[in-house]
């Protein structure tokens, strides 16, 4: 038992902290999800960059282009999130049309095991479609901060 526990923390370890086992671990896991990546350097524990993420879900599809993520780890001992910087240069969005449920719940913010900050949210350009026809947005270099705890939150515009 005390050999699994080593094999399995040594694999953790390799995927987090090596850009091989980032890559392994990121390709895998969209491949689940029907979707694709290119373009996998950094680890999930430094930064990792993406050129390219494709993802056809049930209800959005989502084509990125350069995109990064860094975190701050060592913070979650803290029950603190921290998102230094998400970014792309750019976001496609196709919202697709589904069934409508028969919910007339209103929104309920389920209760949040952490507080989350994000110092920067970024994107280059930002397209939205619904059912593969274009919105009339255009979002150019917009970026954003924001934080969030069972409280409320706050979001902060830094540039549109």
């Known amino acids: 038992m005390v050999l699994l526990v080593f094999v399995l923390a040594g694999f953790l370890y390799w995927v ?3 850009q091989h086992g980032t890559r392994w671990a990121l390709i895998t896991a969209v491949q689940q999800l029907n979707g694709q990546v290119k373009g996998v350097s950094g680890t999930v524990w ?3 960059s993406l050129g390219s993420l494709q993802l056809a879900l049930p209800d959005i599809e989502i084509d990125l282009k350069d995109a990064y993520l860094q975190v701050s780890w060592r913070e979650l001992q803290d029950r603190r999130l921290h998102i230094q910087d998400v970014s792309a240069a750019t976001l496609n969005l196709n919202l697709l049309s589904t069934p409508d449920a ?12 952490v507080l989350v900050a994000v ?5 280059g350009h930002l397209t939205i479609s619904q059912d593969g026809e274009s919105l009339p947005v255009n979002v150019n270099q917009a970026s954003l901060a924001l934080a969030l705890n069972n409280a409320g939150g706050q979001v902060v515009l830094q540039s549109l």
Do not use: N
């Open 16 to 18: 987090i902290t090596t």
């Open 119 to 123: 110092d920067r949210l970024a994107v």
């Open 46 to 48: 430094g930064g990792v």
């Open 102 to 113: 028969d919910d007339d719940q209103p929104f309920a913010m389920p209760e949040l095991p």
